[in-house]
C-alpha cells in the first residue's frame, strides 16, 4: 500500500481520541495529586531520614495509569504490585552483576523486566522504567541495593494502590480493580 492509499483509506474518518468528559479529568486530577502527594510526603518526611529513597519517576507513569485509566488491565493490581517489584528486582540485578556496563546493564534490565512481567502476567509498563532506574538512577538510588525492590518499588506503589482504591471507588463513574489476580 503506497502512502496515497493509507491516507485516501484514512480520509473522512475521524482519528482523534476520545474526549474525555469534565467530572473524569478532576477524578483523574485528584487521585494523581493525592497519589504521588502521599508517596512524596512519605519520601520527604520518612524515607529520607531513614537513608531510603520512596519517590521514583516511573511512579508519574503509574499515576497515568492507575488516575486516569484506571480500568486498564495495566493499571490493576496485580500489574501494578508485580510490574515494579519484578521489574525492580531484575534492574539491580542487572546493575550488580554488569558492572562498569551500564549500556547493557541498561537494555538488558528493561528487556528482562519486560519479558518476566509477561511471563508473570504482570505487564505494568511504568515496571520498564522501574527497572532502567536502578541502573542509571543515582547514587542514594544504586545505596538501597536488594532494598530497591521493596523500597521503594513495592512501597510506593502499594501506597499509590491505597490512593487509587478510594479515589476511584469514591468516583461514580468507576470501579477499581477490575481484578485483583
Known amino acids: 500500500m503506497t502512502l496515497k492509499e493509507y491516507f485516501a483509506k484514512w ?7 476520545p474526549t474525555v468528559i469534565p467530572s473524569e479529568m478532576f477524578w483523574s486530577f485528584l487521585g494523581s495529586m493525592l497519589g504521588i502527594g ?12 531513614a ?4 519517590l521514583i519517576g516511573s511512579f508519574g507513569a503509574t499515576a497515568v495509569l492507575l488516575y486516569g ?16 517489584f519484578l ?9 550488580k552483576f554488569l558492572p562498569g556496563q551500564p549500556e547493557l546493564a541498561a537494555a538488558l534490565a528493561v528487556s528482562l523486566a519486560i519479558t518476566l512481567m509477561h ?8 515496571g520498564g522504567a522501574t527497572a532502567l532506574i536502578a541502573v542509571l538512577g543515582p547514587a542514594p538510588i544504586h545505596a538501597l541495593g536488594w532494598w530497591y525492590p521493596w523500597v521503594p518499588a513495592l512501597s510506593g506503589a502499594s ?8 479515589v476511584n471507588n469514591f468516583a461514580p463513574r468507576r470501579r477499581y480493580p477490575e481484578f485483583w489476580l
Open 51 to 54: 537513608g531510603l529513597v520512596l
Open 119 to 126: 511471563l508473570t502476567k504482570t505487564l505494568h509498563p511504568p
Open 159 to 166: 501506597v499509590m494502590l491505597l490512593v487509587a482504591l478510594v
Open 69 to 84: 485509566a484506571p480500568g486498564s488491565p495495566l493499571a490493576q493490581p496485580r500489574n501494578l504490585l508485580g510490574g515494579h
Open 11 to 17: 480520509k473522512g474518518r475521524s482519528v482523534s481520541p
Open 87 to 95: 521489574s525492580a528486582w531484575v534492574g539491580v540485578a542487572c546493575f
Open 38 to 49: 502521599a508517596v512524596a510526603w512519605a519520601h520527604w518526611h520518612l524515607a529520607l531520614g
